[in-house]
DNA sequence: TGTAGGTTCGG
DNA sequence: CGAACCTAC
């Protein structure tokens, strides 16, 4: 009997732990190990976990076809998981757990403990790297380093996927006979877990195989190549929509290169500027590998975090995290994530410069806030993307690039249609009036909690001085 | 994956 | 007077 332990990887495609256990047709169960307490440590994202369940209920029944059963182990941290994981691979007599790498450090040293525990009862341990097209450590300068900064990072990381040309795997073998599963309620038992659960738009985020590849070949077929001009506005649909299916794993990431190269049918596939997004993603994981201060929150780099006082005032915090900045394109994004779980990729750029930046709050807290609230939340992507603004981080923005809230909503959202959307209060403010700073103050909008310039001026002066 | 403030050029 | 371009932050 083999175990396949699922994490984020809740796929039966390219799926490598879940193909190779299935290849010596000795037989397979399924398990999976629920830590809500970690989740809490975490701050995992209650519409992700939401996501992470349906995925699962799915992913059940597709395995059954396979002669999988599942397993639930309910527990409430990582350190419970090694014994829970042994003894029920001694109740099944398995010889071998397979699974999927996971990078953040917490996970990295649960999987280790567990490891441990496993051989010393005698249980093989097998770890693949299936949430990566090219594995860590295995793009590297020269001196054997990991990148400092992406593009060379990338130029790098294209020329060992030509050399590789890795394919993604296959159905994995069917086994024998149907392994059991618990007897579990239809939900899998998540009721009790309901408060760390939170609903959302299932329409936006179908589950199961066939939605979640349908919604992969559609991108590739109608939208990627109008990827680059649409992608900005987030009143439009233009972008892939595929990170929440990335962060659980319901897609791997050479799922998505190869329907991406396949569906071209030339070489255009190599320009794509969404292939740069999978790359962002990988460089970003290699780095949390080959730098584990990263996990533990520290800044790539600490001398430029030295210069920031950071202002600690949870008044203007909060305003943000409500969405009250009196800031429209601020706000209405903030009220997108809360109300949604989910943010267009440009407004995540433009608050979170804001509340480094203009607010001079800690990346920390904004990285924790976006990590307890979005559907795609991703521990590596997260902290480097937080980084990348407050210029703290591998090839960070240059400490000087702040985004100016008016200009980037005039020119991402110049009919003002996603700030009515999400601020309908706007709806008798002139057109070209929405933008404003404190605009629909009459309507109940609240006013600016900081003034632009002053504040801009203040975060140069600070990250500017000498040291 | 930026912005501000300048200059130049053409209508 | 605005668009286009340049440069420093």
């Known amino acids: 009997m083999k175990l396949v ?77 090694p014994v829970a994981l042994q003894q029920l691979a001694t109740e099944l007599k398995a010889d071998t757990v397979y699974f999927n790498y996971e990078y953040p450090l917490n996970e990295r040293q649960r999987d280790r403990q567990v490891c441990a525990e496993l051989e010393a009862a005698g249980v093989r341990c097998l770890g693949y790297h ?25 130029r790098a990381w294209r020329q060992q996927y030509l050399q590789q040309l890795p394919e993604p795997l296959g159905m994995p073998a069917c086994q024998p006979e149907l392994t059991p599963s618990d007897r579990l309620p239809d939900d899998l038992g998540f009721k ?66 190869q329907c991406l190269k396949v569906e071209s049918g030339s070489d255009a596939w190599l320009d794509s500027i969404w292939m740069n997004e999978l790359i962002w993603r990988e460089f970003y994981r290699h780095l949390l590998v080959a730098w584990p201060n990263m996990s533990r929150l520290e800044p790539f780099r600490p001398e430029v975090e030295q210069r920031i006082s950071w ?18 394109i601020v706000d209405a994004a903030m009220k997108q994530l809360l109300t949604t779980g ?76 996603f700030l009515l959307h999400w601020l309908p209060e706007l709806t008798d403010v002139p057109r070209r009036q929405r933008h404003l700073p404190g605009a629909g103050q009459a309507m109940g909008r609240p006013a600016p909690i900081i003034e632009y310039k002053s504040a801009r001026q203040s975060a140069l002066d600070d990250y500017q001085q000498r040291s």
């Open 130 to 154: 299936g949430e990566l097209i090219i594995p860590p450590g295995q793009v590297v300068t020269g001196q054997g380093g990991m990148f400092k900064v992406f593009t060379p990072f990338s």
């Open 192 to 257: 009790a877990l309901a408060a760390a659960l939170m609903p959302y738009d299932s329409q936006r985020w179908p589950v199961g195989e066939t939605a979640v590849h349908a919604r992969l070949n559609d991108f590739i077929e109608c939208a990627v190549t109008d990827y680059a001009s649409q992608r900005d506005f987030p009143a439009v649909d233009g972008t892939s929509r595929l990170s929440p299916y990335l962060s659980i794993g319901a897609l791997s990431p050479l799922q998505c290169l």
């Open 342 to 417: 989910w943010m267009h990729n440009r407004l995540r750029m433009v608050v979170a410069s804001f509340l480094t930046k203009l607010l001079r709050v800690d990346w920390r807290l904004g990285a924790d806030f976006f990590m307890a609230h979005l559907i795609d939340a991703d521990f590596a992507s997260n902290l480097g993307g937080w980084q990348w603004a407050a210029s703290v981080g591998a090839d960070a923005a240059p400490y000087f690039r702040i985004f100016n809230p008016q200009i980037q909503s005039e020119k991402f959202d110049p009919d003002g249609d």
């Open 5 to 81: 332990w699922l994490r984020n990887d809740l796929r039966r495609l390219d799926n490598p732990a879940l193909f190779y256990a299935c290849d010596t047709q000795a037989g397979v169960t399924a398990v999976v190990t629920l830590t809500p307490q970690q989740w809490q440590l975490h701050s995992e994202a209650p519409a992700r976990l939401a996501l992470w369940r349906d995925q699962l209920i799915a992913l059940k029944a597709d395995l059954a076809e396979l002669n999988i059963g599942l397993r639930v182990l309910q527990l409430n941290r990582f350190d419970q998981v």
């Open 311 to 328: 202002q600690h005032q949870p008044a203007l915090f909060d305003a943000w995290c409500r969405g009250e900045t009196g800031y429209p």
